[in-house]
């Protein structure tokens, strides 16, 4: 909303709402309509600046900012305020040019071509001290005006990752700081396997694509190190900007973990440096853009970006407004869907929000890419009355949101050793560490209540909860922390292919769940898989069925894919297999430990299953869900210093009726709500209701 105790485009507003904005890409007689109309969407900030490196500084050394300037005066003048992103996600020819070597060799072994962005090596000095003078230059020009709010660094981090020669020498550098001796390293990676054992940290490659995979415990180590120098990168410009503009917060846009085009490049988003790094974490938001994604997905990458215990709630810079478009173009945005996916964001904790973008591009790769206005300079019909509607209503609930908290009793802990680890080796076709979480996030959602997704430097004990879903790669420090977790009375719900391997990727001398065998009660003596047909000589191995303990609602259901064979030691059956040879045997399991309870899942299933398991660990834990909802509806709570705030979102394209109780106040009318709630197809409702005392 606007602030109208600063009418002057100064200062950070309630809740920063607005869209990316290139006016670089216009002409400048355009600006001021630009601004007014923006205004008319009730939009209160603009990010700009992350590609117009070329405008910055058209030649090496001569920087221009005063068009920039006009922009932003133009904008100010109608209440708009700026997020500045450094542009390094674009790299000017004239650099390229003058640096060929510098240009990424990218994971097929080709060096890239400065045809696009992100081809530029973060280890490259001549790139380096470039980027440090842009940076430099910018911020020492707007580092006290009063126009800006925030900083964006460089543009979805984690696109620039490189093979080079450098970059090698830089990882046996690295690996020489973590594995100490070339022999400890030999020893943990198993080099021994086919002939690889090193004598000089030298001779260690980089995982290229070649005619079969590298080494598990090189390319995880890869893995790593490659978000060592996306995290160094960025940190390089947030020290400029904090060392200039040190009141103003720090931010850029993390990409979803769950966008499967994106898989191969993209960084970890729940990585704790960079959280620790950014004064509020920033993301992109691009729910139903062509893969279908569906909302369990995306409420699983809504939690994942927000770390509990930052400072300040997260900023959505890029939330899909128009239509996607690459090579592609996705699908019109439903009526009531685009509102529908702006509250999504706000109901998990988000504080900011910018549309991508304001308007379709004439030229280039995004010339199809859809804004709020369309290529003639209308407002783009479908699109424009959401952004507005959106805005007038952040007017009355944003006061109640800002700075409130979600609290969570039930958090997913998550591997991204795990995600890699399993790209590499999947084993079995269906399996995606991904989209089996998601499989339980759905059950979170169904189930009603909040949730974190944490990555093991987190504080755990704050929960009483913990999903380990596919937790793979496991350590022994961390497997005691799980134990005490739940010897303090956590719940831990596991499944199979967690406890697998060491960091390495090398299994210990046990069987999974390594060095948690007694903390489930439970150990793998066998697995099982479902093959599935791939060479034409035989047919798909049909489903498995389990067997269920009346705890999981009896009678029986469908198993697939991975059946672990388990063998109990003072752990409760909850389910067995009923197919096979192995009919009888224990795959869901559950173990009291002193005050806790470790359940243990085998095998993957059906949604029924899911649910009755989620419902099953929050009995155990005593965590009630917040309202009981249908199918399709989500609800989600902030709590702020006085008032508790519920956001129920419909995703279904029917009506839905939620029986809420009494005692809500509706934040968009101001009337008392009724105890039974009528949401229409893709509905929205935000309430709240004082706290106690
Ligand atoms: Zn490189």
């Known amino acids: ?228 120098v996306f995290y160094r990168y960025a940190k390089m410009q947030a020290d400029i900007i904090r060392a200039k503009a040190g009141s103003r917060w720090v931010s850029t846009n993390l990409r979803s973990q769950v966008h499967e085009q994106w898989i191969s490049t993209n960084i970890d988003p729940h990585d704790a440096r960079l959280f620790d790094l950014l004064d509020r974490v920033g993301y992109n938001n691009y729910p139903h853009a062509w893969d279908g994604m569906d909302d369990a997905v995306n409420s699983y990458h809504l939690d994942g970006i927000r770390p509990p215990s930052a400072r300040l709630n997260p900023f959505d810079f890029e939330q899909r407004g128009g239509q996607p478009g690459w090579d592609l173009v996705s699908r019109l945005s439903r009526p009531g869907e685009m509102r529908l996916l702006a509250w999504h964001p706000f109901a998990h904790g988000t504080d900011g929000m910018t549309y991508f973008r304001w308007r379709v591009a004439w030229f280039g790769h995004e010339n199809l890419w859809g804004g709020i206005v369309r290529h003639d300079g209308a407002f783009h019909p479908n699109v424009q009355p959401s952004a507005r509607k959106v805005g007038e209503e952040l007017e009355k609930a944003g006061p109640l949101m800002a700075g409130s908290r979600v609290e969570s009793q039930v958090a997913f802990l998550r591997s991204q050793d795990s995600v890699w680890a399993l790209a590499r080796q999947p084993q079995q076709e269906r399996l995606n560490y991904d989209k089996h979480l998601v499989d339980y996030y759905r059950a979170g959602i169904r189930f009603g209540v909040n949730m974190d997704v944490v990555e093991a430097g987190e504080e755990l004990d704050r929960y009483r909860v913990l999903v380990m879903v596919m937790h793979y790669v496991m350590t022994p420090a961390l497997a005691d922390r799980l134990r005490r977790f739940v010897e303090k009375g956590g719940v831990l719900l596991a499944t199979f292919r967690s406890a697998v391997v060491d960091q390495d990727v090398a299994v210990p001398e046990q069987e999974a769940p390594v060095w948690l065998q007694d903390v489930f009660g439970a150990k793998v003596e066998a697995y099982d898989v479902q093959e599935i047909e791939r060479y034409g000589t035989r047919p798909n191995d049909p489903p498995g069925r389990l067997r269920l303990a009346s705890t999981l609602g009896g009678g029986t259901a469908k198993a697939h894919s991975w059946y672990d064979l388990l063998s109990l030691d003072r752990a409760e059956t909850l389910a067995t297999y009923d197919t096979e040879f192995y009919r009888g045997t224990p795959a869901i399991t559950r173990k009291k430990l002193a005050k ?98």
Request: with cysteine; proline share 8%; hydrophobic share 40%.
């Open 1 to 228: 909303m606007r602030d109208m105790a600063k009418p002057d485009g100064q200062g950070e507003p309630v809740i920063p709402y607005g869209v990316c904005y290139y006016p670089e890409h216009w002409p400048r007689n355009r600006w001021a309509t630009d601004a007014r109309m923006m205004a008319e969407c009730k939009f209160n900030v603009v990010r700009v600046g992350e590609f117009a490196w070329s405008k910055f500084e058209p030649e090496p050394g001569k920087y221009d900012f005063a068009w920039m300037d006009e922009a932003m005066e133009l904008l100010a003048k109608e209440g708009i305020r700026t997020v500045m992103g450094t542009p390094t996600g674009g790299v000017p020819p004239w650099f390229t040019s003058a640096h060929p070597d510098s240009l990424i060799v990218k994971r097929s072994g080709e060096k890239a071509a400065p045809i696009n962005r992100y081809f530029t090596c973060f280890h490259h000095p001549d790139f380096i001290e470039a980027s440090r003078r842009m940076v430099e230059a910018q911020v020492e020009h707007y580092a006290s005006d009063p126009r800006v709010i925030g900083w964006h660094i460089h543009n979805e981090l984690g696109g620039n990752r490189c093979h080079c020669e450098r970059c090698r020498g830089a990882f046996q550098q690295w690996l020489k700081e973590r594995y100490g001796s070339v022999a400890e390293l030999n020893r943990r990676w198993g080099t021994m396997f086919w002939s690889q054992v090193y004598n000089d940290w030298s001779e260690v490659p980089v995982p290229i694509a070649t005619h079969y995979n590298a080494n598990p415990g090189l390319a995880l180590a890869w893995e790593r190190f490659s978000m060592d």
């Open 596 to 693: 806790g309870w470790a359940v243990y899942m085998g095998t993957a299933s059906e949604p029924k299953v899911y649910s009755a398991l989620f419902r099953h660990a929050c009995g155990l834990a005593h965590v009630k869900p917040l309202a009981r909802v249908p199918e399709g509806v989500e609800v989600r709570e902030r709590t702020g210093a006085d008032a508790r705030l519920r956001f129920l979102l419909n995703f279904a394209a029917e009506g839905k009726s939620v029986a809420n109780g009494p005692g809500w106040t509706d934040v968009f009318t101001g009337k008392k709500s009724p105890s039974l709630i009528r949401l229409g197809p893709r509905g929205v409702a935000v309430l709240q209701r004082p706290l106690p005392g």
